[in-house]
């Protein structure tokens, strides 16, 4: 049971490369969420998925899309990566889309943009 | 936009000493969450509170929810160097249950042998 999973854990990009940032879950949880983490400022949602089929944006959803691909995956997008998007992301899935439920989070992706 | 924030940023104690983390906000949550991260690692649930005033207790770690639901605190009885780590607080959004968290900026710790 590996839980969440994320690949891959290091990428660095140049100005203007894209890439997709994969995520796994094994838990058969509906609900699923991107987070980038910056230093002194938490994580911050970017995209999160209640169900199969939709997704929703967060709070920093600029420059960025998701694909929620089936129930276990679920995919970040960076078209055009640019030096602000420096940043450690996380995955998370959790069983429902209510506040008291516990998010399981995955083990990051650091990605530098050059 | 609710806000949380976090006191303080940074902690550096001895082992045995006893230590309090404030999370504070304007806005009303209807459940607040601690994680606890490890370098390198997600964010791991310690407690989820959600009745105003409720208090929880994990081993040498307690966990208040405040009467109004718009503050919490963490405090650590007698730290050990395994408690060293990155705190983060996060609250529900009160208007719907859109399972969305609002974190705050997380309080780092570490503790010295």
């Known amino acids: 049971n590996a839980g969440v999973t994320q690949t891959p854990k290091f990428q660095v990009l140049k100005t203007g490369q894209s890439m997709t940032l994969q995520c796994a879950q094994d838990?058969?949880?509906?609900?699923m969420y991107w987070y980038r983490q910056d230093p002194g400022m938490g994580l911050r949602l970017i995209y999160y998925s209640a169900s199969e089929g939709t997704t929703d944006k967060g709070e920093v959803p600029n420059g960025y899309n998701v694909s929620r691909l089936n129930k276990r995956e679920f995919s970040l997008r960076l078209e055009s990566a640019a030096p602000s998007q420096t940043s450690v992301y996380f995955c998370?899935?959790?069983?429902?889309?209510?506040?008291?439920?516990?998010?399981?989070f995955g083990p990051g992706t650091r990605l530098t943009v050059t | 936009t609710q806000l949380l924030e976090q006191s303080p940023q940074f902690l550096s104690i001895q082992e045995g000493e006893n230590l309090t983390v404030y999370c504070n906000s304007s806005s009303v949550f209807s459940s607040l969450q601690w994680y606890r991260q490890e370098p390198g690692e997600g964010p791991v649930l310690l407690v989820t509170?959600?009745?105003?005033?409720e208090v929880k207790k994990l081993k040498r770690l307690t966990f208040q929810f405040g009467d109004a639901r718009k503050d919490s605190s963490l405090h650590i009885t007698a730290a050990q160097p395994g408690d060293t780590g990155l705190y983060l607080c996060a609250g529900a959004q009160s208007s719907s249950n859109t399972g969305k968290l609002i974190f705050g900026q997380g309080t780092t710790l570490q503790v010295k042998p």
């Open positions: 838990m058969n949880h509906n609900s």
């Open positions: 509170v959600v009745t105003g005033g």
């Open positions: 998370a899935s959790s069983e429902a889309l209510w506040d008291s439920y516990e998010q399981y």
